[in-house]
């Protein structure tokens, strides 16, 4: 939920602890409330969990910020033991603050690299775009580019920009217990089962004396980067089995099987060539054929014109424009641009044979158009112009109809079989 403007204790409600009134505009963030802790005794919300983010229409302001952080600083004050100063409290918290605020004034990290930093509730990664929180309860929460991420997106209705693909692909391993304990982003317990042991307050997300990537320094690490992007493998292995590589509703067609598929003496790369060689043949064929017979045709006389034969090819040639139109710029276009993008992240798939497939597939596009308005024209009956329609639409489904259960089973085994190996070595630093 995003919050616009809010102010703490203002409810009349008998709150004595330290307030703010927050106004985007004039902090120039955006707070996104991500969380609500209700007291367990009975009663309402006692604690909020939430994230701050940059956005490129606010205008940080480096002093209002300080006058926000000086009132975290009096509320983690307020709930600290009593023989901890205040001074003290500031202390702890000034790591955070310097991070938070180099952030928002436009620092960078160095690519390939990471920042972790956690409690003992909670854990933070951020690498590039990308930043999520992990509470103890082992809900994550995933922001991209400032924004959330729905965690419970699919396939189907994630945008096709290759940011928004890799984030399905993180929210989808964040899911994940066992790929969480993996990446050594959170601990196991001693009896092996993390909340159970969270519970009791045993166990620790990101251990911060243990190792490298859990220092709560805020400095960039290639630790960190190297586990952001094994969990983005690991989840786009596993979107791929489980979903793109599930059924051929995602508008897949031979070349791109091709592209995926290992070596070139393989069914669906020998496919892939047959069918081009038709595809962009088979027209140009049709066109010269009627084109001969029109020039055999100038020496004889003239046949009655046939008013049916000309409403039909005009209303075949319509329906072909606007089925192509429809084709190119509504859902279909849309789901082939997503699976195309998804599979140029896949390592398995090579990126020449992507765009090969591509450029058949535009070429075909528009020497079916020119021949379906050539072709049709140049018949003198209707079953001809009928005969030709077919062939000419059968031409432009043949990369698709040639995509079975079993090509796309193979590439799913594949994809499954990377996952498996990348769960096996873990992540690691470049």
């Not at 690490?221 to 992007?229: F, L, M």
Request: glycine fraction near 8%; proline fraction near 4%; hydrophobic fraction near 45%.
């Amino acid at each position: 939920e995003k919050v616009e403007k809010v102010e703490t204790g203002a409810d009349g409600g008998g709150f004595d602890g330290p307030s703010y009134a927050f106004d985007r505009r004039r902090l120039g963030l955006n707070l996104w409330i991500t969380s609500a802790a209700a007291d367990r005794r009975g009663g309402g919300v006692v604690r909020y969990g939430f994230v701050l983010s940059a956005d490129p229409s606010l205008v940080f302001d480096p002093a209002e910020f300080k006058i926000f952080w000086r009132f975290l600083v009096d509320v983690r004050h307020k709930s600290a033991p009593s023989h901890t100063t205040r001074s003290q409290t500031n202390q702890a918290m000034s790591a955070r603050y310097s991070f938070l605020r180099r952030s928002f004034e436009g620092g960078t990290i160095p690519a390939g690299r990471g920042i972790a930093y956690a409690t003992r509730s909670r854990a933070c990664l951020v690498q590039d775009i990308f930043s999520y929180t992990i509470s103890g309860e082992l809900r994550p929460v995933l922001f991209v580019n400032g924004r959330p991420f729905d965690i419970a997106a699919d396939f189907g209705r994630t945008a096709a920009a290759p940011e928004q693909l890799t984030a399905l692909a993180l929210a989808t391993a964040l899911q994940d217990e066992g790929l969480l304990h993996a990446a050594n982003i959170v601990a196991v317990g001693r009896d092996g089962s993390h909340r159970e042991d969270f519970a009791r307050g045993a166990d620790e997300l990101l251990p911060l004396q243990k190792d490298a990537m859990h220092r709560d320094d805020y400095n960039p690490t290639p630790i960190v980067g190297a586990a952001v992007r094994f969990l983005a493998e690991v989840g786009m292995r596993q979107v791929s089995e489980e979903a793109v590589m599930a059924s051929t509703a995602h508008h897949w067609d031979v070349y791109l099987v091709a592209a995926g598929s290992e070596g070139y003496w393989n069914f669906p790369t020998l496919a892939a060539a047959v069918c081009a060689v038709l595809q962009i043949s088979a027209p140009v064929l049709l066109v010269r054929e009627v084109l001969a017979e029109a020039l055999r045709a100038e020496d004889e006389a003239p046949a009655p014109a046939d008013v049916s034969l000309k409403i039909f090819v005009l209303m075949a040639c319509l329906s072909a424009v606007a089925h192509r139109g429809a084709d190119n710029n509504g859902n279909a276009a849309a789901s082939r641009a997503r699976l195309r993008r998804w599979l140029l992240l896949l390592p398995e798939f090579q990126i020449w044979r992507i765009y090969a497939g591509i450029c058949v597939r535009q070429t075909v596009d528009v020497l079916l158009s020119a021949a379906a308005v050539i072709v049709l024209r140049g018949c003198d009956t209707v079953a001809a112009a009928i005969l030709r329609a077919l062939a000419l639409y059968a031409l432009g489904k043949m990369d698709a109809v040639l995509v079975g259960d079993n090509a796309l089973s193979t590439l799913r085994e594949r994809q499954r079989a990377a996952g498996e190996r990348l769960r096996a070595t873990g992540p690691r630093a470049n």
